[in-house]
């Protein structure tokens, strides 16, 4: 007996909705809850590694990273970034050998405005993963999407062949620069905007369509796809299932394990919201930017521009927490505590 379209989609779930129109990437450091949901992707950034290096089933990446930094000797500093390096991409090579595809590793956002300093390190960071026999092709390097980062990426992909992911990116002159960089792919933060506009505005309830973050990547979407980039947008930083539904056809879309969880147990249908052939129909005009009118267009959202850099220091403060758990145990190993 044939089961009608109808009927299918009430037993399908809105994840097994979703992936016959984006591929769905797990947005955690834990990778022990990504099994589950079978990703495409998975990305990680210092705030995820943090909390994953908290949890005793992961205390082994961490003393093999520290046992790294210290058998590289030079400087306590240098023994403290080596590990941090190893620590990243050990958790980077255990995902990796959970998904299929990709997963992102994140450059220190302490370098976000020092293009040199973050080529170097995506370099380095690419190195270990070769060194533990994984291909470049198989990691995207995350970048903060300053100006200096968005010409980092440019560098790394047009030089060295490594693909980029651009993250902190909140806006439209954020996404076209990283498009004219032909980086791989970016990531909106749909979220962050939200957060942004209910803190500092008197509406606190939105309908997903009427989501600014959801109206912030609809748009960045449709502006890659009528001009024909090659970058791709992966929307992250869901507050909600129902922003993650109003993405449904991005290219991309990298979810907490508690919202991929959530959409796993919702059987509502979900309509294909963004398709190239309705992108080619918007009413977007092409811009180019050079580093003085990014400058200017970014500066003139302010919503972007809190956005960006409180990002930066919350990725940062996690960074330093992240150090000084290493140092304090690299102390306690070299004192045979």
Not at 238 to 252: M, P, Q, S
């Amino acid at each position: 007996m044939s089961v009608s379209p109808d009927k299918r989609r009430k037993m399908e779930s809105a994840l097994e909705q979703i992936k016959k129109y984006t591929v769905v990437v797990a947005d955690t450091g834990d990778f022990n809850a990504i099994e589950e949901y079978k990703p495409q992707d998975a990305t990680t950034n210092p705030s995820l590694i943090l909390a994953a290096a908290k949890m005793s089933t992961y205390q082994h990446l961490v003393d093999q990273a520290i046992k790294y930094g210290m058998a590289n000797g030079g400087s306590e500093e240098e023994q403290v970034t080596n590990a941090m390096d190893k620590l990243f991409v050990s958790f980077g090579l255990e995902i990796l050998k959970k998904v299929p595809g990709r997963v992102s590793t994140e450059v220190d956002a302490r370098l976000s405005f020092d293009k040199e300093a973050m080529v170097s390190r995506a370099r380095r960071l690419i190195s270990l993963y070769e060194e533990a026999g994984v291909s470049k092709d198989r990691i995207l390097i995350k970048l903060s999407s300053t100006w200096e980062g968005i010409q980092a990426g440019q560098e790394l992909e047009e030089k060295h062949g490594i693909h980029c992911n651009m993250t902190l990116l909140f806006s439209f002159a954020q996404a076209v620069a990283c498009a004219e960089a032909r980086v791989t792919l970016i990531s909106p933060f749909v979220g962050r905007i939200l957060d942004w506009y209910k803190e500092n505005t008197d509406r606190k309830n939105y309908e997903p369509h009427e989501d600014p973050g959801v109206q912030s990547v609809t748009k960045i979407y449709n502006y890659y796809k009528k001009f024909n980039y090659s970058t791709v947008v992966m929307g992250a930083s869901f507050r909600n299932t129902g922003e993650v539904k109003a993405l449904a056809g991005c290219d991309l879309l990298t979810i907490s394990p508690g919202l991929l969880g959530e959409l796993s147990q919702d059987h509502s249908a979900v309509k294909c919201s963004l398709t190239p052939q309705g992108a080619k129909e918007c009413d977007l005009e092409q811009i180019h930017l050079d580093e003085k009118s990014f400058r200017w267009l970014h500066n003139e959202d302010r919503m972007a521009v809190e956005k960006l850099s409180d990002g930066i220091r919350k990725f940062a403060a996690d960074a330093i927490k992240l150090e000084a758990m290493i140092k304090e145990k690299m102390f306690n190993v070299k004192n045979g505590q």
